[in-house]
């Protein structure tokens, strides 16, 4: 008497692929952040150096918000880290869309933030068990 063999089904938990999908999204606007959009700032790329020019309020405002998105980049990718660094840049993005829409009249240039903003505020939920104010 022969055994047959059925192909093994794979199954992945729900848990485990909302997982992957919150560190593929974590990791690539981490990598968005901290070399597509903070180190512009921090480097004084043109562009950036004219837009905060604009705003009229200093470039210490670049170097401030430059940093804070280097930081959040960095710290999305560190899962101690990520609801923390997620709240963090849910709230510079708001400020970015407000500054977008009041201080630099262009409304419609507020829409990407938002939804920045709406994205990290999800991995701020998602990841929130990760967050501790404890250190052990």
Do not use: D
């Amino acid at each position: 008497m022969t055994a047959t063999a059925h192909p093994a089904q794979i199954t992945v938990a729900p848990g485990k692929v909302r997982n992957r999908i919150l560190w593929t999204v974590q990791i690539l606007l981490g990598v968005f952040f901290i070399v597509a959009s903070g180190l512009p700032k921090l480097v004084g790329e043109a562009t950036a150096v004219h837009v905060f020019q604009q705003i009229g309020l200093g470039q210490w405002l670049r170097y401030l918000a430059g940093l804070a998105e280097v930081s959040g980049g960095i710290g999305l990718l560190i899962p101690r880290l990520t609801a923390a660094a997620a709240t963090g840049l849910a709230v510079t993005t708001v400020l970015a869309a407000c500054t977008q829409a009041f201080l630099l009249h262009a409304p419609a240039m507020a829409i990407f933030p938002l939804v920045l903003a709406a994205i990290f505020a999800t991995i701020a939920w998602q990841r929130r068990a990760s967050f501790s104010l404890t250190f052990r």
